[in-house]
Nanobody
Framework: QVQLVESGGGLVQAGGSLRLSCTASGSFFRLNVMGWYRQAPGKQRELVATSTIVGSTNYVESVKGRFTISRDNAKNTVYLQMNSLKPEDTAVYYC?????????WGQGTQVTVSS
C-alpha cells in the first residue's frame, strides 16, 4: 500500500509561483514513477508531469518551460515547481504513484491563479 500526501497549493496571481510537494509512505520498496495530474472544473483529469526514479521526466505541452518536476528518492517525495502561472492552470492537483501496476492518488491540493 502507498499513501500520498500533498501540500503547497494555494491562491496566487497570474505570473506568480507555487511549489507542490508530495510525500509517499507505506509498504513499498521503491516507486518507479511519480507524477502530478490536475483536474479543472468540468474537465477531465490530465497528466501534468511525471518523473521516473532515474530522473526521466515528461510534461504536458502546456506547462513545458514553466513547470519543473523533481524528486528526492531518499525522502520518497516528488515536487512540482510551478512558475509563470496562468489562470488556466487553476485546478485541483493530484499526486500519483505507480507501484506493482497499481495507481495510487493523493487527496488533491487546490491551485487557484487569479488574473
Amino acid at each position: 500500500q502507498v499513501q500520498l500526501v500533498e501540500s503547497g497549493g494555494g491562491l496566487v496571481q497570474a505570473g506568480g509561483s507555487l511549489r507542490l510537494s508530495c510525500t509517499a509512505s507505506g509498504s513499498f520498496f521503491r516507486l518507479n514513477v511519480m507524477g502530478w495530474y490536475r483536474q479543472a472544473p468540468g474537465k477531465q483529469r490530465e497528466l501534468v508531469a511525471t518523473s521516473t526514479i532515474v530522473g526521466s521526466t515528461n510534461y504536458v505541452e502546456s506547462v513545458k518551460g514553466r513547470f519543473t518536476i523533481s524528486r528526492d528518492n531518499a525522502k520518497n517525495t516528488v515536487y512540482l515547481q510551478m512558475n509563470s502561472l496562468k489562470p488556466e492552470d487553476t485546478a485541483v492537483y493530484y499526486c500519483n504513484a505507480e507501484y506493482h501496476s497499481r495507481q495510487y492518488w493523493g487527496q488533491g491540493t487546490q491551485v487557484t491563479v487569479s488574473s
